[in-house]
C-alpha cells in the first residue's frame, strides 16, 4: 500500500490537547500494551537499574510497571492532564518545576524520584537536557509524529541513546488509503531508512 495519502496529514498539538479534554483517549491501555509485556526480556536483557525514555508518553501504565522494577523512567507528553491523570491513578505523590532550558516546559516528578516526566513537546528536549537512554519504548509515538516530522524525530531519538541501548517500537499495519491516522502507516522499509 502506498502512504502517500497521508504524508501531508497534519495533527497539531490543539488537536491532541482536545484529545484529552474530551476523553477521545482510545490508545490508552489500562492494562498496558500485551507487547510490552512480550518484549520486556529483549528491553532490560538482563540489566538493573536503567534509565527508560517513553517519548510522547501519554499516561502509559508500563511507566509505573519499571519503576517498580527499580528502573528511572522519562517521559514526554505534550498534555500536562495526561501527566497529572498519571500520578493521580497510580497514587504517585508528585512535585512540579519548571524547566530552565525551555520556556513554558513544565517537569513533572514523582517524589521517590524514579518517574520525571516534561510537559512540553519532544522537540524542545535534547540529550542535554535529558541525558541519554538503555532503553526506549516507542508505542504510539513515532506513529502518532506527523508523517512530515518523523526524520526530526528519529534524528532526536538516535541522539538520546545510550551506545547499547535497546529500543521496543510499536507499529501498526493497516491499508492507509481506508484509515487517515494517527496511527499513521510507517512500513518497515521507510522504519529501515529512517533509522539507518
Ligand atoms: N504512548 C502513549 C500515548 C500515545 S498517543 C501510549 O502508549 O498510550 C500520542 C501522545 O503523544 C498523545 O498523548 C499526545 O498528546 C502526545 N503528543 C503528540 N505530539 C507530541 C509532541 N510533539 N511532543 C510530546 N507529546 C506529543
Known amino acids: 500500500a502506498s502512504t502517500e495519502s497521508q504524508k501531508d496529514r497534519l495533527v497539531t ?4 490537547l482536545r484529545k484529552w479534554e474530551t476523553g477521545n483517549i482510545g490508545f490508552h491501555k489500562e492494562q498496558g500494551h500485551p507487547l510490552f509485556q512480550q ?4 528491553l532490560l536483557n538482563g540489566r538493573s537499574g536503567l534509565r527508560v525514555f517513553f517519548p510522547l508518553c501519554g499516561k502509559a501504565v508500563e511507566m509505573k510497571w ?19 491523570e498519571f500520578f493521580v491513578e497510580h497514587n504517585l505523590p508528585y512535585c512540579e518545576e519548571p524547566v530552565p532550558e525551555i520556556s513554558g ?9 524514579n518517574i520525571t516526566l516534561y510537559c512540553c513537546s519532544i522537540y524542545d528536549l535534547s540529550s542535554s537536557i535529558v541525558g541519554k537512554f538503555d532503553g526506549v519504548w516507542d508505542r504510539g509515538a513515532l506513529v502518532a509524529v506527523n ?12 541522539t538520546l541513546m545510550e551506545k547499547n541501548s535497546s529500543y521496543l517500537l510499536v507499529t501498526v499495519s493497516y491499508d492507509p488509503n481506508k484509515h487517515k491516522g494517527p496511527p ?11 533509522f539507518g
Open 39 to 42: 518484549y520486556l526480556d529483549v
Open 147 to 158: 508523517p512530515c516530522d518523523r526524520q526530526r524525530y528519529v534524528s532526536l531519538m538516535i
Open 13 to 16: 498539538e490543539e488537536e491532541w
Open 66 to 84: 519499571l519503576a517498580d522494577m527499580g528502573h528511572s523512567v522519562v517521559g514526554v507528553e505534550v498534555s500536562e492532564q495526561a501527566l497529572k
Open 105 to 113: 516546559a513544565k517537569m513533572l516528578q514523582s517524589i521517590s524520584g
Open 184 to 194: 499513521f502507516y510507517v512500513p518497515e522499509s521507510e522504519i529501515k531508512s529512517l
